[in-house]
């Protein structure tokens, strides 16, 4: 499977400001997907991030909130804006692979919002 | 949209003993059911998946099965080991993963 890396892996965030969280991946992949996982809880799916187009949102997601780049096949951001502490969380990347999509995960960026 | 109920939310049992962990799913569309297993402060560990043109999988001491009429699939792990302990997530696909609320299992030595 893709080697799938982040960064940051870890941030303290001041209230009101904005961090970007990026993913690579070692390999060209169709699909990356963005997921938040607040502590103890399952993961929720913000957003699908394809090459070329605007990212797909789910519900309870906003573009203006959670803005995802997607410049290539291997690399995408998801930048977090205007934090409060609600958005303290675990934010990870997946890849699609193979169809159905089998998704492998990156490590994930633990945010903390003061 | 789908949704994906999974139980038991905790689950304890010897080394050695076996444990099952149950999903149901609401999207007859639905295609694709992985499990994930994510130890404390790591990302999560596709370990094994089925489609929906199988019944069973087998993958040394994890199996996996599903009944497609009912809408659900399950886990299972034999000869269980400390290592096993760890949250597990099951699945469902149509495009995109919807998660279980995870299983906590704990291997007791």
């Known amino acids: 499977s893709a080697v799938i890396s982040q960064k940051p892996s870890r941030d303290i965030c001041q209230r009101g400001t904005s961090l970007t969280i990026q993913c690579q991946v070692d390999?060209?992949?169709?699909?990356m997907f963005w997921y938040r996982q607040q502590p103890g809880q399952s993961l929720t799916l913000i957003a699908t991030a394809n090459q070329g187009s605007e990212a797909t949102y789910e519900s309870g997601f906003v573009i203006d909130k959670f803005p995802i780049s997607r410049p290539n096949l291997t690399f995408s951001t998801l930048t977090v804006s205007n934090m409060s502490p609600e958005d303290s969380s675990i934010y990870l990347c997946s890849v699609g692979q193979g169809v159905p999509y089998e998704q492998y995960f990156g490590p994930g960026t633990r945010l903390t919002v003061t | 949209g789908e949704n994906v109920e999974q139980h038991p939310s905790t689950l304890s049992v010897q080394e050695g003993d076996s444990a099952v962990i149950k999903c149901t799913y609401s999207d007859s569309a639905s295609n694709y059911f992985p499990w994930y297993k994510q130890e404390l402060g790591k990302r999560p560990q596709l370990i094994i998946d089925?489609?929906?043109?199988?019944g069973e999988k087998k993958d040394q001491r994890i199996a996996v099965t599903l009944n497609k009429t009912a809408k659900h699939f399950s886990l299972h792990i034999t000869e269980t080991q400390p290592e096993d302990s760890a949250v597990y997530f099951c699945a469902a696909s149509n495009e995109k993963l919807t998660f279980g609320t995870g299983t906590r299992l704990t291997i007791i030595p």
């Open positions: 390999s060209q992949v169709t699909m």
């Open positions: 089925i489609r929906s043109n199988v």
